[in-house]
């Protein structure tokens, strides 16, 4: 079992930047690759991007260019770092792990491990 912790979210206004951290209970490098997704209010959970442990990285179309996710072993710490934030990324953003092998890395479904989330509200 792993639990991950995220945190780092806030308010900001449009232009502004965040940094989320993904705190994991055990190796995350013990993890193929984690992810980070966010759900608005009356949507559905989304994939944002990906980061395998081999440090390849891949992003939702919408965030990319304004977001970069990395990670730190030492710490078994996922980051989101948002630049250039809009009023559409609002939403409760979540870390996830232990992704189903060949699994999309977009599919809420193929991952078994989630955080609580942490709450991210950007406004004009």
């Known amino acids: 079992q792993v639990q991950l912790v995220e945190s780092g979210g806030g308010s900001v206004q449009a232009g502004g930047s965040l940094r989320l951290s993904c705190a994991a209970s055990?190796?995350?490098?013990?993890?193929?690759?984690m992810g980070w997704f966010r759900q608005a209010p009356g949507k559905e959970r989304e994939g944002v991007g990906t980061i395998y442990t081999s440090g390849w990285t891949y992003y939702a179309d919408s965030v990319k260019g304004r977001f970069t996710i990395s990670q730190d072993s030492d710490k078994n710490t996922l980051y989101l770092q948002m630049n250039s934030l809009k009023p559409e990324d609002t939403g409760m953003y979540y870390c996830a792990a232990g992704r189903t092998p060949g699994g999309s890395w977009r599919e809420r479904s193929e991952y078994k491990y989630w955080g609580q989330g942490t709450q991210v509200t950007v406004s004009s």
């Open positions: 055990r190796s995350i490098y013990r993890f193929t690759s």
